[in-house]
């Protein structure tokens, strides 16, 4: 039963241009969404995270925002870059260890 | 640097015979982690260990288990590979429960002839 759901399984954006990489969660009981960042024949690679009394985190070029009410978590990259081609994992917690996970988007970057 | 270390990274095992994957930290970190993620799924949490503190997930199959030895080494036991076995295999570690993010190691290819 999968409860982080990343329904596109890739993106394409120019260089330059905002990507957004959407991410939705069926239970309302998570109290930290994180995302990860992997490049191919690597481990995931933490890249921001957000507490669930938030509703916006920032970090350089990348931005997360959270909508409890829609069960809605995005992630914001601007400006895009080449580099930043990889597959992105959203991820939630629920009070504990286990790190709830959706299946990936793969972002392409393209000049 | 500080890491997560997999070995091996790739694993070619026989259907039914006993493997063992590794994972170390130099992280110091009192959480570890094993995930199993299979092509296009997202990674699955099979048990973790807080220090020496053994947690297993209600649906990971007997067929796997896990050893801490010490803070820094912790092993994957998969007891009789079946062909639905075959999967990534990633070790992550952090430095407790709760919010933390977790540090991946490069992860174990398994593949199950």
Partial sequence: ?111 | DAMVIQNPRYQVTQFGKPVTLSCSQTLNHNVMYWYQQKSSQAPKLLFHYYDKDFNNEADTPDNFQSRRPNTSFCFLDIRSPGLGDAAMYLCATSRRTGGNEQFFGPGTRLTVL
Avoid at chain 1, 75 to 104: E, R, T
């Fill in chain 1, 1 to 111: 039963d999968q409860q982080v759901k990343q329904n596109s399984p890739s993106l394409s954006v120019q260089e330059g241009r905002i990507s957004i990489l959407n991410c939705d969660y069926t239970n309302s009981m998570f109290d930290y969404f994180l995302w990860y960042k992997k490049y191919p024949a690597e481990g995931p690679t933490f890249l921001i995270s957000i507490s669930s009394i938030k509703d916006k985190n920032e970090d350089g070029r990348f931005t997360v925002f959270l909508n409890k009410s829609a069960k809605h978590l995005s992630l914001h990259i601007v400006p895009s870059q080449p580099g930043d081609s990889a597959v992105y994992f959203c991820a939630a917690i629920l009070s504990g260890y286990a790190l709830n996970f959706g299946k990936g988007t793969s972002l392409l970057v393209t000049p």
